[in-house]
């Protein structure tokens, strides 16, 4: 390979990597948003903490789970496509944060998980 192909191709995956971690470092180190306080997040990335209160899995492998934390409640949803392990793992009272995609669905809001951190307590 030539080293100007060669010094291209780093550069390109420089700034991948950079973007990738950009992305990352604003997502997981974000503060919180309590679930009362999601009406003015619609269509942001968000950090969630709350209580599991329901979990229903879809025979489509689609996990849908109600999320409630002191100020109110909220479905959450992990399809299957998205590769989120902890799904098929939560149980009702179970304590966990969420990275996903504030939205409307059918006038409601929810949140569409892009990562579940199961607490450990």
């Known amino acids: 390979m030539e080293a100007k192909t060669l010094n291209r191709l780093l550069l390109v995956l420089a700034a991948i990597g950079v973007l990738t971690f950009f992305y990352f470092a604003q997502v997981s180190l974000a503060t919180p948003v309590k679930i ?52 098929y793992d939560l149980i009702e009272g179970q304590s966990v944060s969420i990275i996903g995609k504030v939205q409307k669905y059918k006038g409601k809001l929810e949140v569409v998980a892009k990562n579940i951190a199961i607490s450990e307590t």
């Open 36 to 87: 009362g306080d999601l009406k003015d997040s619609v269509g942001r990335t968000v950090r969630v903490d709350g209580e599991v209160s329901y979990v229903n899995v879809l025979k489509e492998g689609h996990v849908f789970f109600g999320l409630r934390d002191k100020t109110g409640k909220i479905t959450v949803v992990s399809f299957a496509g998205a590769g989120i392990k902890e799904s």
